[in-house]
């Protein structure tokens, strides 16, 4: 099969955000304790972090990372896990007891470590704007005041500069602690906000949007808080867990074509919004939990039974997640003017790229393609218009078989083509043509792909799905790039006049 992608560098959408490379990191299994971090282990240095598993945080090129939570922030009193005394509580999110020897300066430590930059979130669920601003003096403040002097005295003499500020999460959901509805909810982070820019104006603030289109209360809610709030924030998160809990792959592989439309549903939101309120201000969008999320789902695999971090929802990913995973990362970079921030939820063990053993590492399938993004999508998004054949992919209509995007760097004038094939069994050549450029030079191609949709690494054959060079050819001046049935393609340094 063919497929043409034409690129002009007039039609883009902006700058690509790096942060929508981030990550999420939540108390929640074996997440923290028994994965990032594990005293005692011959792998984790003086401070107990595990060296392998940081390292290999360090491999996904991530921005920023978003912690406590998730469900674990609501009912999390972040006072408990600082300082010299530090005593036990059970997590209401998890069933878990949580012994809070991780906590605000660990993390940082780690962030450190990992070359990533702390995205917090704070807890509106039981606590409030209070403790929220108190955590900002904690971790901000430079001032000679208790909570910027507990810091002090807890070794970290320099602010950690926390920049994003999450007010709470998914505060929408019953299953919150502290669920409200959205008017409360929207007068609470507002206060919240105020209170702490008011200690530091330099931080950005993401209120609570809808923890999904499934709920009722989808876009009512977040319009409520962005009305209420509009002025006082930069961005409203989404979050979105994709599912083939019906096994129907080629279904499963079209799930770009939601991921757009709810991006269109938060674009068309906040232009509603900041028309009614005729705003100069805008307000971004935060994706700041996404990723495939079925197979470890509910009743005992979410519940911790008071143990401290338990194996939870340690899904086990395959070739067609990964593929799932290259297009929300397709559509982020594509809406460049509207997502600035996107957290893949999440990092270790718990619905994790990496999952850990005592003695190593394992690197799941959607770790790669995460990778090779956040490496290779740098620059201006330019638009691509794709003229392919289409299949029907049910409820999701007439979808191409191709999905794409692109990243061009103005500098350099090198360009990243990133493909995905939704073809179950037929190859695609993709035929590049660049309306107002010349492609000089072909670059190079990773590819990822295989026979079966359902295979994944596992600790016995951990290679069995991971990137290999792919093929590409220029012919006078024309450039083709083969992306493999089920199969993704990262076509990057391609060079242009
Ligand atoms: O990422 C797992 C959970 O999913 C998070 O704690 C919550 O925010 C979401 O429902």
Not at 258 to 285: E, F, M, P, R
Not at 309 to 323: C, F, K, R, S, T
Not at 434 to 440: K, Q, T
Request: glycine fraction near 8%.
């Amino acid at each position: 099969m063919e497929a043409k992608v034409t690129l002009n560098t007039s039609f883009n959408t902006g700058q690509i955000d790096s942060r929508i490379f981030s990550g999420f990191l939540e108390h929640l299994g074996r997440s923290i304790y028994g994965g990032v971090y594990d005293p005692g282990n011959d792998l984790s240095n003086e401070d107990g972090i595990r060296t392998d598993v940081a390292e290999d945080m360090a491999g996904m090129n991530m921005p920023c990372v978003r912690y406590p939570g998730g469900n674990f922030v609501s009912n999390y009193d972040w006072r408990d896990g600082v300082g010299s005394e530090r005593k036990p509580f059970p997590d209401f999110a998890w069933k878990t007891t949580e012994p809070n020897t991780f906590g605000t300066d660990e993390f940082m430590k780690w962030c450190k470590l990992v070359g990533t930059e702390p995205m917090m979130a704070v807890n509106l669920g039981t606590l409030g704007p209070a403790e929220a601003a108190a955590l900002v003096e904690y971790c901000n403040l430079d001032t000679d005041t208790r909570w910027a002097q507990a810091r002090r005295d807890n070794g970290s003499d320099k602010p950690h500069s926390v920049k994003m500020w999450c007010l709470g999460n998914e505060m929408d959901g019953p299953w919150q602690a502290g669920h409200m509805p959205a008017e409360q909810y929207a007068l609470k982070a507002r206060n919240a906000a105020r209170l702490m820019r008011g200690l530091d104006p330099s931080i950005e603030l993401i209120a609570a949007g809808s923890s999904g289109r499934h709920m009722a209360t989808y876009l009512e809610w977040d319009r409520t808080v962005l009305e209420t709030c509009w002025d006082d924030i930069e961005f409203i998160s989404a979050h979105r867990y994709s599912t083939n809990a019906a096994s129907n792959t080629p279904e499963f592989l079209a799930e770009g074509v939601v991921i757009d439309s709810i991006l269109n549903d938060y674009a068309g939101l906040t232009a509603y919004v900041k028309g009614v309120k005729k705003s100069s201000h805008n307000v971004y969008v935060s994706f700041d939990e996404w990723n495939v999320w079925y197979k470890e789902r509910g009743g005992v695999t979410q519940d911790g039974q008071w143990e401290t971090g338990p194996a939870l929802i340690e899904e086990v990913y395959n070739l067609e997640d990964a593929l799932v995973c290259a297009q929300y990362m397709n559509s982020f970079i594509r809406r460049a003017d509207l997502v600035k921030v996107a957290c893949l939820a999440q990092l270790v063990n718990v619905i994790a790229a990496v999952l850990t053993r005592p003695d190593g590492t394992l690197k799941q399938s959607i770790y790669y393609p995460f990778a090779l993004y956040s490496k290779n999508a740098t620059g201006t998004s330019l638009t691509p218009v794709i003229d392919c054949p289409t299949y029907d992919a049910g409820e999701r209509g007439e979808v191409n078989f191709i999905d794409a995007s692109a990243s061009f760097d103005e500098h350099t004038g090198d360009v990243s083509l990133f493909l995905v094939n939704r073809s179950v069994d037929q190859d695609v050549r993709v035929i590049l043509d660049f309306s107002d450029r010349n492609v000089i030079g072909a670059g190079a191609v990773q590819v990822m792909t295989g026979e079966d949709p359902k295979l994944a690494n596992t600790w016995e054959q951990p290679e069995n799905v991971v990137p290999s060079t792919g093929f590409s050819s220029l012919e006078n001046g024309v450039l083709t790039i083969d992306v493999p049935k089920l199969g993704m393609a990262v076509a990057s340094g391609i060079t242009t006049e």
